[in-house]
Every structure is written in C-alpha cells, then in structure tokens.
C-alpha cells in the first residue's frame, strides 16, 4: 500500500456520460497530481493541486476539471465521456514540488 | 523543449543479464530525474533518482548513470532477475516545470 488511496479502481460508463475520480494523498503530501495512461502515450501530466490551489496544468482537455479539497483530497472529474477517453487514471502526491511522487493504484476507466 | 525521449521500447534480456534503458532530455533546467517501476495493475514506484550534479548513483542493483552534457540518463540493472521484469519510465523535473515529464515507457522481460 503506497499510502495514496484512490476509488473506484475500476469504472465502466458509456459515451456522453459523466464519472469522478477520487483521490486521498499520503499523509502529510500537500501535492495531488493526476495523470493519464494510455497504450500509446505513456503517463501524460494533467493537472496539479498545492494545498487546495491549481498549481499546474498539462494536457487536459476542457472536458475535464479537478479539484482539492480543504482536507487536500482531490476529484477529477471527467465528462462528456469518449471512447478516447478510456486510459487508467492515476493520482500522486508529494510533500512539495515534483519530487518523490507516491502514485496510487489507479482507476481504469473504460468508455463502452 | 518538454520531451523526455526513452529507448528502447522494450528489452528481453537472460536472467543475470544487465539491461541499460537510455533516457534524453532538451530542456538544461531539469534538475530532478527519477527513474519507476511499474508492474502490471500497479502504479509506478519511485525505483531511484538522481541530480545533475553527479554522474553515477548506485542503489542495490540499480544504476543511474548521469551525463549532463550529453542530456542524457540511463538505468542499469546488475544481475537482473526475472522479478525484474516489469514497465521501467524515466521522467524529469526542474525550472518552470514542476511537475514530472515522463518518457514513454521500456516493457523489460527477463527470462529466466
């Protein structure tokens, strides 16, 4: 167990539909980061939070948004669902900026 | 100026063997470059990372070795084992990019 929670591990929805990924860091991370994984392109760098505040953003596209929560969870919240959109989603923390990332298990979403 | 370019994309070497994965970057503001270890249905692990202030890390059987003028990294793993066997992702940090950019991915099979 990396200390990095995240549910549902495992989400099957259909096209248009929308889903939240939840995320609970390790104790004491101030930093949630959410990426994406797919076959053909590896992790890709979605969005970053710092104690509750966007801290960064990558390739997200405006379907999608996050946010952290005072008790510094985080949700990503994915809508309008694709088939392109099925990936496994994971969620890290770090204490700071960038280093040490903890990953969590993940959450595979699958668009039917 | 934000890629990390990995290689190869995958690896099969015999048990006790010493694969090397090579890692390339553009961007001279990257200080931070960890190397994880992801098995199948995990997320990645922080397996060992290095600065550029020093051109060889050793951590068990694992090796970092560090060329900042070539802007370039590589991981070796003595002795492999077929436990070994997993997806390796070398990822950099540093300047304006705080978080994590990861290469793509080298599937390592070691046979026993």
């Known amino acids: 167990d990396s200390g990095v929670t995240q549910t549902p591990k495992h989400l099957i929805t259909a096209t248009g539909q929308r889903v939240t990924l939840r995320c609970s860091p390790r104790?004491?991370?101030?930093?949630v980061y959410w990426y994406q994984q797919s076959l053909d392109q590896g992790l890709q760098f979605l969005i970053q939070y710092y104690n509750g505040e966007e801290r960064a953003k990558g390739n997200i596209l405006e379907r999608f948004s996050a946010q952290q929560f005072p008790d510094l969870h985080s949700e990503l919240n994915l809508s309008s669902l694709e088939l392109g959109d099925s990936a496994l989603y994971f969620c890290a923390s770090s204490v700071g900026q960038a280093l040490g990332y903890t990953f969590g298990s993940g959450t595979r979403l699958t668009v039917v | 100026q934000q890629q990390v370019k990995q290689s190869p994309q995958s690896l099969i070497v015999q048990k006790g063997g010493i694969p090397i994965i090579n890692c390339a970057y553009e961007?001279?503001?990257?200080?931070?470059f960890p190397w994880y270890q992801q098995f199948p249905g995990k997320g990645p692990a922080l397996l060992i990372a290095i600065r550029p202030d020093v051109s060889e890390k050793k951590e068990g059987r694992f090796t970092i070795s560090f060329n900042k003028s070539a802007k370039q990294f590589s991981l070796h793993i003595m002795d492999s084992q077929p436990g070994d066997s997993a997806t390796y992702f070398c990822a950099a940090s540093g300047g304006s990019q705080g978080n994590l950019i990861f290469g793509k991915g080298t599937k390592l099979s070691v046979k026993p």
């Open positions: 104790s004491g991370d101030l930093s």
């Open positions: 961007n001279t503001a990257f200080d931070y």
